[in-house]
């Protein structure tokens, strides 16, 4: 497997520290609001990510963190009224239920930050003991300029970063890049005892404790949003090696940025998309089949019309599934054995996935294997190759799976799909379909064809085929 290193700017093969063991840390939410598209799509590109490891027989620690203590928790919290923790909890229950709704798999350990104080305390004391921090009234930081390689991550300079700057006069940093590792209390905001005083842990702080603590000082992947390179991960990395040693991440996965028709999504532009306002006109499927419809690096582009084109993809991939479903009279599981065995039958989808996780060549060759099946659905007599299209079907569920799609039944898919069109009961539908032949029959065209637009009125298309009529939903 090869995938992009951001630290070397270039793609490199993909060797786990311990073989056959990867260890995978995501930065993840802040949790003062709901999530919107572009945290979908981070989510969903580390949680296809974690399925092809596992598929390919990687046992995988994973470990994805809760930011539940922070100057926009604090805001949001005065705003409501409510207490910080309060409104942790209601957005980290919110953040399940959209990524449950996505069908995101849960990490191995998701933890918060403000269960950690103990151990982020102890790390600023490593750093203050090593020289690479100081303490100025009640806060503390980070000095950059007591570690050379500072700016490796991001490709900058640290005179660079100073050229421009403008210090303020009652500036309490040594130099203006560094950062806060404790931050002293302000009247009414929460706060931890420590050596310095009442006070919080800085945001770069938490992620270093609990890679550390879950993963070690040196572990493989180290993945967030591009935006995170400078200056979470940059400091995150900078503070880590100076107090652990190690190599901290050996491979540093970023994901682009998502806009909405072209512009850059925010609030004050009114082009905000939570993820709920996006399940509220699509499909989980379809809108996690969009997220990964670019190459995970490039910009990925929201747009209504883009997300209606890939649901037309999903229904014929649905279609497919119903009709492997008639041939082998219900649904087909997929047996236990490793899952790249069964995707041997499909090998553009494993060099795609192999090829630093391109998911739009690998959605290109589950679409090539869907049109390799139905093909041969469409054999006519028993020309059909049972044992062939059982191989294909269960790699069609193989590499759905890695890429979290097909999770309902065709049944339960058209279904939500069609929501309240129609107003149609199955049962009617039949009775229609019976009527209908019996009209053909006794050559009453005109009640045939009365019976057939008022199907179709109610979003129901009729297929006459030598076996009978058959009816699907109008999807579209």
């Not at 919110?94 to 103990?118: C, K, N, Q, W």
């Not at 003991?129 to 500072?150: C, I, L, M, N, W």
Request: proline share 4%.
């Amino acid at each position: 497997m090869e995938i992009h290193n951001s630290i070397k700017r270039e793609i490199e093969t993909f060797r786990p520290l311990r073989e056959g063991k990867v260890a995978m840390y995501v930065c993840g939410v802040t949790v003062y609001d709901l999530c919107h598209i572009g945290h979908a799509r981070s989510a969903v590109v580390f949680d296809v990510l974690y399925r092809y490891l596992l598929a390919r027989g990687y046992q995988v620690t994973y470990v994805r963190n809760f930011t539940d203590i922070d100057d926009k928790i604090i805001n949001k919290a005065n705003q409501l009224g409510l207490d910080t923790k309060e409104v942790a909890e209601r957005y980290i229950e919110a953040f399940y239920e959209d990524m449950d709704r996505l069908f995101v798999l849960r990490p191995t350990f998701e933890p918060r930050a403000t269960s950690h104080i103990g151990p982020m305390i102890e790390m600023v004391q490593i750093l203050l003991s090593k020289g690479h921090a100081y303490v100025e009234d009640g806060d503390v930081y980070f000095s950059v300029q007591t570690f050379p390689r500072y700016g490796e991550l991001s490709g900058r300079k640290l005179d660079q970063m100073k050229a421009g700057y403008r210090i303020k006069v009652e500036e309490k940093k040594r130099h203006p890049m560094d950062f806060a590792l404790w931050k002293a209390s302000k009247p009414n905001e929460p706060y931890w005892e420590s050596p310095w005083g009442r006070g919080r842990p800085g945001w770069h702080l938490e992620c270093s404790v609990m890679s550390n603590l879950y993963l070690g000082n040196t572990f493989d992947i180290h993945g967030g949003g591009m935006d995170l390179i400078f200056p979470h991960h940059e400091n995150e990395r900078a503070q880590s090696l100076c107090a652990y040693g190690g190599e901290f991440a050996r491979y540093w996965v970023h994901n682009g940025f998502v806009t909405v028709d072209s512009e850059k999504m925010s609030k004050s532009l009114g082009n905000f998309i939570t993820i709920r306002d996006a399940l509220k006109e699509f499909h989980p499927e379809v809108l996690r089949l969009f997220l990964l419809s670019k190459h995970y690096r490039t910009p990925l582009d929201f747009t209504r019309s883009s997300v209606r084109a890939h649901q037309a993809a999903l229904i014929r991939v649905y279609r497919t599934l119903e009709r492997l479903e008639e041939v082998f009279q219900g649904p087909m599981g997929i047996p236990s054995e490793d899952l790249q065995g069964h995707l041997s039958m499909i090998p553009q989808f494993l060099s795609s996935m192999e090829g630093d996780l391109n998911t739009p060549a690998a959605l290109a060759a589950l679409f090539g294997l869907v049109r390799e099946i139905n093909s041969l659905l469409d054999t006519p007599g028993n020309g059909k190759k049972l044992d062939q299209l059982k191989g294909l079907y269960i790699s069609l569920l193989s590499a759905a799976q890695i890429l979290g799609i097909l999770n309902s039944t065709p049944q339960e898919f058209f279904l939500s799909l069609r929501g309240d069109q129609g107003q149609i009961e199955e049962r009617e539908i039949e009775l229609l379909i019976e009527e209908r032949a019996a009209a053909r029959k006794a050559k009453d065209y005109k009640r045939a064809d009365q019976i057939r637009d008022l199907l179709k009125s109610k979003g129901v298309i009729l297929q006459d085929t030598p076996e009978g009529t058959t009816w699907r939903w109008d999807l579209g």
